[in-house]
């Protein structure tokens, strides 16, 4: 049916999917942001969304069915294997909106979508409701148990339950944030047919299928069960949740080194989810475990986690500020969808603390305030910068997400349980409480000024509970009631608890001072972040006078990456100082906003004027986060061992034209990787792939520069014979031998003219086929090279 405003006021929360736990969650149309930064950026989001042009996010449901559609589909991944996974994340991020601002165009526009959707999902016949390209053939494989699982791949597919994960939780989300009777009709007849889908595969063949990325789909059906009471979907919450994760969370053991990190983090809310619905107490202790392994060990300042995707070893961040594709956003948007649950689980402050340094330095810094623009990638590496998509021309999971990030901000501000109200962030914001007939508004600058104004807009007899930070320094929190002092028991880390009969106009304010400290890689390592209380902060930088850098994506595959040169870590803006007790001599400086100079300890001194701001607020240049660290005595040293090694690095990087790396998934997708009877793992911390038929890459050469191809193998990989052919061309035939040892290398192989000049359209063909009852690999890495010279 319809959706009109009056559905608003008795509109669904997603309390209503999940039971009551520790502390419970405001819908979202009863909190309203006011000015502030967060304010801005819904607002900014707002416009990027209504830019966005749902005639093309609905082409690729529209060609599935069988229908014409109205437009042509969005390029980038919208029409190149993932058609229609923006289109899923359009609902959910409409839904955000509409509870948010109560915006009617928003909803006319999700209630166009879901007319066209459900146009789609009619003349399927089945349920079915989904974009992927030919998708139905693969179905028809997957129920008949043909499946043929890779880590991105099945059955040749790119992730298509990732994909259609997306619509199911959109049509969730429009049910659930607005009410739409319409969206849980859909919503239950597509979970219908995946649930027929599968019926007659056994757990072990889901099992091998959920070796390929699959979102959130365990998730989806715990919330379906909890809609419908229907025990089929808890079960089959349980049979999508991937045993292979799950095990040795279970067991508190941390094998996520080498997997890709934002395939793991959705599989566990599903199991967090079933443990919530089913009462499975060691899957919420194996996601509580994750949780903090993730956010202690394996995250970084801004609370952001991997790089190039995949979870590297803790005990080595190097990678974290050598590479330029560090924290992807989609991993902080599954982590804080996590630290929701876990927290209304366990009202714990550490889920807050981190909630709101991610929410602050990684998710409010991941749109560009000016055009609303979202980021992929935010790069730790030292002078580096971001890239920020276009509404008509990036479709990355990280636009999808983002869309949904910046409308949901007043989700967390608040919790309650029983009379209790929870103050947990300081956003500026209005809240409604009507079962206690109350209302509050939260006036605050924060984190310009550490102090926030609580004023009743109505009369309540509650317990007002304010968070008193980790961050806050002892005994320094002040609160008054109406101009008067009251005493503070509590200490950081804990509630501030007052009760009393609250009147109209009462007013409360808290103030927090802050303190700047630093912050190491969790490796401890000589890189350390600069943080004011929760506040990270950083340095825009301009290492060459002259550049002039574009950051804004185009289409391009690979366009979310920031793929400038990059500046010499050793010539960075470098922290030095005989200890690091030296945070008293980063100074504030004058002014309504944060600023910071730490002039003294800067070098070298063409740098020491730098101005320090929150990194949320820097934007369009390159900019300093983790800064190296050295004594005076050991500068010169330490820069000289650097620069050497960062020579090596950056001429090749000149040199290279277009590189691979094989099993790690987006650079395999980016290069459209295809293959018969292939698998990929990690050895000594590397990705491989290998195959016993055979696997190939597209390779990017727009300018036809490429002279070499250089191969990375393993020296344990003996005995392995193959072909090698570039555009259908063999340029060697490879057996592997032992003579190298059990290290890496690399080896050249020239390409001949001849085979230069079939490129097409700037592309080439790489493939690797196995020797008759032998295997093809493995290939640890692939690059194509300018003129061969030495390194």
């Known amino acids: 049916m319809k959706l009109s405003a009056l559905l608003l006021g008795a509109a669904l929360s997603m309390a209503t999917v999940t039971p009551a736990l ?131 791949a099945l059955n040749g597919y790119w992730v298509p339950w990732y994909n259609l994960h997306k619509v199911f939780a959109g049509l969730r989300d429009a049910y659930s944030y607005t009410g739409s009777e319409q969206a849980k009709t859909m919503l239950l007849a597509w979970a219908d047919w995946a649930a027929n889908l599968v019926d007659d595969l056994t757990d072990e063949q889901i099992q ?6 699959y979102g959130g789909m ?48 959705p599989k566990v809310i599903g199991f967090e989810r079933v443990a919530e619905e089913g009462g499975l107490a060691s899957w919420h202790e194996a996601a509580e475990y994750f949780w903090h392994t993730v956010v202690r060990e394996r995250s970084v300042a801004i609370g952001g986690n991997s790089v190039r995707e995949h979870f590297h070893a803790k005990d080595d961040f190097e990678p974290m500020v050598t590479e330029v594709e560090g924290p992807e956003t989609c991993n902080t948007y599954n982590m804080l969808k996590l630290t929701k649950l876990l927290y209304g689980r366990d009202d714990k402050l550490e889920y807050v603390n981190y909630y709101e340094r991610a929410l602050y330095n990684h998710i409010l810094s991941s749109q560009d ?29 990280c636009v999808g997400s983002g869309i949904e990030n910046h409308m949901k901000y007043g989700e967390f501000i608040y919790a309650h349980e029983g009379d209790a109200l929870y103050v947990n962030l300081f956003i500026a914001s209005t809240l409604q409480w009507p079962e206690k007939s109350l209302a509050l508004t939260q006036v605050t600058r924060f984190p310009d000024e550490s102090s926030t104004k609580l004023t009743f807009n ?89 550049e002039v850098l574009n950051y804004y994506s185009d289409a391009s595959r690979m366009g979310h990456i920031a793929s400038g040169e990059m500046c010499p870590i050793e010539q960075a803006p470098m922290l030095v100082a005989n200890s690091t007790e030296f945070a008293d001599k980063i100074k504030r400086l004058d002014g309504d906003t944060l600023r910071f100079e730490a ?19 820097v934007h369009q240049s390159r900019y300093m986060l983790y800064w190296p660290y050295s004594t005076p005595d050991n500068l010169a040293a330490k820069r000289a061992a650097g620069a050497e090694k960062e020579a090596v690095m950056l001429a090749l990087e000149a040199r290279t034209v277009d590189k691979v790396a094989p099993g790690e998934q987006q650079p395999e997708s980016d290069h459209f990787f295809k293959a018969g009877n292939s698998e990929a793992g990690v050895n000594a911390g590397r990705h491989w792939r290998h195959a016993y038929d055979w696997f190939s890459y597209q390779l990017n050469d727009p300018d036809a520069q490429a002279k ?24 060697a035939n490879v057996a592997l031998s032992n003579e190298q040892g059990p290290v890496f290398y690399t080896v050249d192989y020239p390409l001949p003219e001849t085979v230069l000049a079939q490129v097409q359209d700037g592309k080439h063909e790489l493939k690797f086929v196995a020797a008759e009852g032998s295997i093809a690999g493995g290939i640890y890495g692939v690059r194509l090279l300018k003129e061969n010279r030495s390194n």
């Open 22 to 152: 520790a502390v419970e969650y405001f819908p979202l149309q009863d909190v309203r942001l006011t000015e502030g930064p967060f304010k801005h950026a819904q607002e900014k989001n707002l416009q990027y969304v209504l830019a966005m042009q749902p005639d093309r996010l609905l082409a690729p449901y529209l060609i599935e069915a069988g229908l014409e559609p109205k437009a042509d589909n969005y390029g980038n991944w919208e029409d190149t294997g993932l058609n229609g996974h923006i289109g899923g994340h359009y609902l959910t991020a409409l839904s955000l909106a509409y509870a948010a601002t109560g915006n009617a165009e928003v909803l006319r526009r999700l209630n166009y979508m879901l007319d066209e959707l459900a146009r789609a999902q009619q003349a399927n016949g089945n349920g079915y409701l989904g974009g992927v390209p030919k998708g139905d053939k693969l179905w028809h494989e997957i129920a008949k148990g043909d499946i043929r699982a890779d880590l991105f």
């Open 208 to 213: 091998i299928m959920l070796t390929t990325e």
């Open 218 to 265: 365990n998730e989806t059906f715990a919330d379906v069960y909890a809609i419908t009471h229907d025990k089929r979907y808890l079960t089959l919450a349980e049979q999508f949740s991937h045993e292979t994760i799950l095990q040795p969370l279970e067991n508190h053991r941390d094998q996520l080194t080498g997997l890709h990190a934002n395939t793991q983090i």
């Open 369 to 397: 305030p000016d055009t609303g623009g979202l980021v992929y990638f935010t790069p730790m590496r030292p002078n580096h910068y971001r890239m920020y998509s276009q509404p008509q021309e990036a479709m990355w999971c």
């Open 458 to 546: 109505k009369s309540a007899d509650i317990t007002l509970k304010l968070r008193y930070p980790e961050w806050a320094a002892k005994d320094q929190a002040v609160v008054k009631i109406n101009g008067k002092p009251v005493p503070v028991k509590a200490a950081p880390g804990q509630y501030i608890s007052l009760q009393r009969e609250w009147q109209k106009d009462d007013v409360v304010i808290l103030e927090l001072p802050m303190q700047t400290h630093l912050e190491a890689l969790p490796d401890g390592s000589d890189y350390y972040a600069i943080l004011y209380g929760p506040i990270v902060l950083s340095a825009a930088t301009k290492p060459f006078k002259d």
């Open 599 to 617: 002039a003294g300890i800067i070098q070298p001194k063409a740098y020491k004027d730098l101005e320090l701001i929150p990194f949320f607020r």
């Open 708 to 731: 070499v191809l250089r191969i990375t193998y393993f020296g344990g990989d003996q005995g392995r014979r193959f072909s090698i052919l570039l555009n259908g061309e063999t340029i």
